[in-house]
C-alpha cells in the first residue's frame, strides 16, 4: 500500500510505526487529542495495511542471513585472492568457518589451581635464584606485573653529591 492519501492519517501510521501510542501519534499526527478518536483510527484497516507495510519494509532493511554473510564473505575472499591478498582470503574462509559454526575451538581445562600467599617480606628475603626459580615456575605471575620485570627505578646509592 502505497503512502496514504490522507496526509494526518499517514502521520498517525509513521508515528505509530515509530513506537508512539495511539494518543501520542494522533496529536502529532495534527488532531486533537481524544482517546476513542485515536483508537477507532489506529484499527481503520488503511492505517493497519499501511503500518503493517511499514513494518515489512523496515524489516526486509535490516534482515541480515547465514546465507547474506556467506555470500559477502565469499565475495571477499574472491576479490582478496584475486588482489593476491593471501591473508585477507585466509580471514574471509575463517570467518565462513565460524559463521558455519566450524573450526571453533573448544578446549576443556583440568586440574586444581594452587593459591600461594607470600608476603613483601617473604619475597625481600628470597636470593636472585630463588626469585629466577620463582620467575620461571610462574610465567601468569610476570604476565600480571606481580613479579619480575622493572618495578621502577633503583634506589641510588651513596646519595647526591
Same mark, same amino acid.
Request: glycine residues 8%.
Given at each position: 500500500m502505497p503512502v496514504l492519501d490522507n496526509p494526518?492519517?499517514?502521520?498517525f501510521a509513521q508515528a505509530l510505526f515509530k513506537g508512539k501510542t495511539a494518543d501520542e501519534a494522533y496529536v502529532l499526527a495534527g488532531f486533537?487529542?481524544?482517546r476513542g478518536n485515536a483508537a477507532t483510527l489506529k484499527a481503520n484497516q488503511n492505517i493497519v495495511k499501511r503500518l503493517a507495510e511499514l513494518q515489512e519494509r523496515s524489516a526486509?532493511?535490516?534482515?541480515v542471513t547465514v546465507e547474506s554473510l556467506a555470500l559477502e564473505l565469499e565475495e571477499a575472499r574472491s576479490i582478496a585472492l584475486v588482489e593476491k591478498q593471501t591473508s585477507a582470503a585466509v580471514s574471509a574462509?575463517?570467518?565462513k568457518a565460524k +559463521?558455519?559454526?566450524?573450526?571453533?575451538e573448544t578446549r576443556k581445562l583440568t586440574g586444581t589451581i594452587q593459591v600461594v600467599t607470600i608476603t613483601a617480606k617473604q619475597l625481600d628475603a628470597l636470593n636472585d635464584d630463588e626469585l629466577a626459580l620463582l620467575e620461571s615456575a610462574y610465567p601468569v605471575?610476570?604476565?600480571?606485573? +606481580?613479579?619480575g620485570g622493572d618495578s621502577g627505578p633503583a634506589p641510588e646509592e651513596g646519595g647526591a653529591e
Amino acid at each position: 500500500m502505497p503512502v496514504l492519501d490522507n496526509p494526518r492519517h499517514e502521520a498517525f501510521a509513521q508515528a505509530l510505526f515509530k513506537g508512539k501510542t495511539a494518543d501520542e501519534a494522533y496529536v502529532l499526527a495534527g488532531f486533537k487529542a481524544n482517546r476513542g478518536n485515536a483508537a477507532t483510527l489506529k484499527a481503520n484497516q488503511n492505517i493497519v495495511k499501511r503500518l503493517a507495510e511499514l513494518q515489512e519494509r523496515s524489516a526486509k532493511r535490516v534482515e541480515v542471513t547465514v546465507e547474506s554473510l556467506a555470500l559477502e564473505l565469499e565475495e571477499a575472499r574472491s576479490i582478496a585472492l584475486v588482489e593476491k591478498q593471501t591473508s585477507a582470503a585466509v580471514s574471509a574462509t575463517m570467518g565462513k568457518a565460524k +559463521l558455519f559454526g566450524l573450526g571453533s575451538e573448544t578446549r576443556k581445562l583440568t586440574g586444581t589451581i594452587q593459591v600461594v600467599t607470600i608476603t613483601a617480606k617473604q619475597l625481600d628475603a628470597l636470593n636472585d635464584d630463588e626469585l629466577a626459580l620463582l620467575e620461571s615456575a610462574y610465567p601468569v605471575l610476570q604476565k600480571l606485573g +606481580l613479579i619480575g620485570g622493572d618495578s621502577g627505578p633503583a634506589p641510588e646509592e651513596g646519595g647526591a653529591e
